[in-house]
């Protein structure tokens, strides 16, 4: 039986990241990892797809060549090339990763793992069953697309996200079922390529999450660029045949049926709790996920979960910062914990959305007098310059104490402009601090500061 300090279940952005602040800290981990070093995230997930809708988002560019002045002619694509370029890329990221862990010394065994008893796990290996023990444990093992009764994906017709990630077609007629983060992901990047896309959504909104004006205005867009939109609508039966799927698409009491060469299946994830043996050491499963505290303790003394597997929000830097927080508890440390709602959520549909804190409906909902500041895209300098004038920028402040409590932004680059906002509300910042720093000119981050200034009556440039 091999010794360890901590053994990590699963090799994903949490995992991983466990395992080698760990090591860090001068603990001796074991990684155990049934399929990819890397996980979903880099094999599966927000790596691979990123590659994909730059690929759309070249080529969206490149029809508007005429506007920038320039000259573009006999423009195409070659689906497979641009598959091809994202797995080339996950490939990359994931060796990457297995080079980290050995740098850092982490034993990484290749199998399928159970945990018998506390402190111990078990793995079957290619070789056979090789024992482990380790005073603490974390359970990292993500999860899986959720499959509803008559819409399971089939690789032909009916395609999971990881179908989708390697198609082997280009969709003419696609119907996504769901318009969270992956669903609008896929549909505006086949959308953008040339597939005439329908979003079915069973809210009464696309991007759920998101701040009500935030979506409207991503909806708006998505129309503009040819989408189909369907609100408040559920897809009750696929009726597959050769070649074509008719859709039973039930909205406003009544069913239409569609038919489509192609269906992406988007309608949420299950965390991969099965076959660990949790329940039998009295870890408590809630609805498919671990339940833990603040710490990511199940309650089993030296048992923790970290992830997609702990619950919402499914973030992989969410996973990874989870991962380094355990690690350090194990170590003896004494770190913060992960505050779910100081965690940045984006899409990179186009236009990109982003978002971190409370919507202006929930911060009401929760008691606060809010004020609320807005700058659209069209206002600054930059945005215009790169010819992406459609967009905005939202904040959310507690009208008493000046509390940033939340920002949602709309637009080319919010990806990466959310992170000020993210820094700011880790430092507690006010609306004070926010107005008196020098954004650079010409930026789009110059809209942040902006939307601050709104909210108090105070916008320069709108």
């Given at each position: 039986?091999?010794?360890?300090?901590?053994?990590?279940?699963?090799?994903?952005?949490?995992?991983?990241?466990?395992?080698?602040?760990?090591?860090?800290?001068?603990?001796?981990?074991?990684?155990?990892?049934?399929?990819?070093?890397?996980?979903?995230?880099?094999?599966?997930?927000?790596?691979?797809?990123?590659?994909?809708?730059?690929?759309?988002?070249?080529?969206?560019?490149?029809?508007?060549?005429?506007?920038?002045?320039?000259?573009?002619?006999?423009?195409?694509?070659?689906?497979d090339?641009?598959?091809?370029?994202?797995?080339?890329?996950?490939?990359?990221?994931?060796?990457?990763?297995?080079h980290?862990?050995?740098?850092?010394?982490?034993?990484?065994?290749?199998?399928?793992?159970?945990?018998?008893?506390?402190?111990?796990?078990?793995?079957?290996?290619?070789?056979?069953?090789?024992?482990?023990?380790?005073?603490?444990?974390?359970?990292a093992?993500?999860?899986?697309?959720?499959?509803?009764?008559?819409?399971?994906?089939?690789?032909?017709?009916?395609?999971?996200?990881?179908?989708?990630?390697?198609?082997?077609r280009?969709?003419?007629?696609?119907?996504?079922?769901?318009?969270?983060?992956?669903?609008?992901?896929?549909?505006?990047?086949?959308?953008?390529?040339?597939?005439?896309?329908?979003?079915?959504?069973?809210?009464?909104?696309?991007?759920?999450?998101?701040?009500?004006?935030?979506?409207?205005?991503?909806?708006?867009?998505?129309?503009?660029?040819?989408?189909?939109?369907?609100?408040?609508?559920?897809?009750?039966?696929?009726?597959?045949?050769?070649?074509?799927?008719?859709?039973?698409?039930?909205?406003?009491?009544?069913?239409?049926?569609?038919?489509?060469?192609?269906?992406?299946?988007?309608?949420?994830?299950?965390?991969?709790?099965?076959?660990?043996?949790?329940?039998?050491?009295?870890?408590?499963?809630?609805?498919?996920?671990?339940?833990?505290?603040?710490?990511?303790?199940?309650?089993?003394?030296?048992?923790?979960?970290?992830?997609?597997?702990?619950?919402?929000?499914?973030?992989?830097?969410?996973?990874?910062?989870?991962?380094?927080?355990?690690?350090?508890?194990?170590?003896?440390?004494?770190?913060?914990?992960?505050?779910?709602?100081?965690?940045?959520?984006?899409?990179?549909?186009?236009?990109?959305?982003?978002?971190?804190?409370?919507?202006?409906?929930?911060?009401?909902?929760?008691?606060?007098?809010v004020?609320?500041?807005?700058?659209?895209?069209?206002?600054?300098?930059?945005?215009?310059?790169?010819?992406?004038?459609?967009?905005?920028?939202?904040?959310?402040?507690?009208?008493?104490?000046?509390?940033?409590?939340?920002?949602?932004?709309?637009?080319?680059?919010?990806t990466?402009?959310?992170?000020?906002?993210?820094?700011?509300?880790?430092?507690?910042?006010?609306?004070?601090?926010?107005?008196?720093?020098?954004?650079?000119h010409?930026t789009?981050?110059?809209?942040?500061h902006?939307?601050?200034?709104?909210?108090?009556?105070?916008?320069?440039?709108?």
């Amino acid at each position: 039986m091999q010794k360890f300090d901590m053994i990590v279940i699963g090799a994903g952005p949490g995992g991983y990241v466990a395992a080698i602040r760990g090591a860090q800290l001068g603990l001796k981990v074991a990684v155990v990892e049934k399929a990819h070093v890397g996980g979903i995230c880099l094999n599966w997930g927000c790596i691979p797809t990123k590659a994909l809708l730059r690929s759309a988002e070249v080529y969206h560019l490149m029809h508007r060549a005429k506007e920038f002045g320039l000259q573009a002619e006999g423009l195409g694509f070659d689906l497979d090339a641009v598959v091809q370029r994202s797995r080339g890329v996950a490939k990359q990221l994931a060796g990457g990763v297995g080079h980290l862990l050995k740098k850092n010394k982490v034993t990484v065994i290749m199998g399928e793992a159970t945990i018998p008893a506390k402190g111990q796990v078990r793995v079957k290996t290619d070789k056979g069953d090789e024992d482990l023990t380790a005073p603490a444990i974390i359970v990292a093992t993500g999860a899986r697309a959720r499959t509803l009764p008559g819409l399971e994906a089939d690789g032909d017709l009916v395609w999971s996200y990881r179908e989708a990630l390697v198609a082997n077609r280009m969709p003419k007629n696609l119907l996504v079922i769901g318009s969270g983060a992956i669903g609008i992901e896929f549909a505006s990047f086949f959308n953008t390529l040339g597939a005439k896309t329908t979003v079915v959504e069973v809210m009464d909104r696309i991007l759920p999450v998101e701040d009500a004006e935030i979506s409207a205005f991503a909806k708006k867009q998505f129309v503009k660029q040819g989408m189909t939109i369907m609100e408040k609508a559920t897809v009750k039966q696929l009726d597959r045949g050769k070649g074509k799927v008719t859709a039973h698409i039930e909205a406003n009491g009544k069913v239409e049926k569609l038919e489509f060469d192609t269906v992406i299946s988007a309608v949420g994830i299950v965390g991969n709790v099965e076959g660990l043996g949790l329940e039998g050491l009295g870890v408590k499963v809630d609805r498919t996920h671990v339940v833990v505290d603040e710490f990511c303790r199940t309650g089993v003394e030296g048992i923790y979960a970290i992830g997609d597997v702990a619950g919402a929000p499914w973030l992989a830097h969410k996973a990874s910062h989870e991962g380094v927080m355990v690690a350090e508890l194990v170590a003896g440390q004494h770190p913060h914990p992960v505050r779910p709602e100081s965690i940045a959520g984006c899409t990179y549909c186009t236009p990109q959305v982003a978002s971190v804190g409370l919507t202006e409906a929930k911060a009401k909902e929760k008691g606060y007098e809010v004020k609320v500041g807005r700058f659209p895209f069209i206002g600054n300098g930059k945005a215009i310059a790169l010819g992406e004038p459609e967009g905005m920028v939202k904040t959310v402040f507690d009208a008493k104490t000046g509390e940033l409590l939340g920002a949602h932004m709309v637009g080319a680059e919010v990806t990466e402009l959310i992170q000020g906002y993210v820094i700011g509300r880790t430092l507690e910042t006010t609306e004070a601090e926010l107005m008196e720093t020098v954004f650079p000119h010409p930026t789009l981050s110059e809209m942040m500061h902006e939307s601050v200034l709104d909210a108090y009556g105070r916008a320069l440039h709108f």
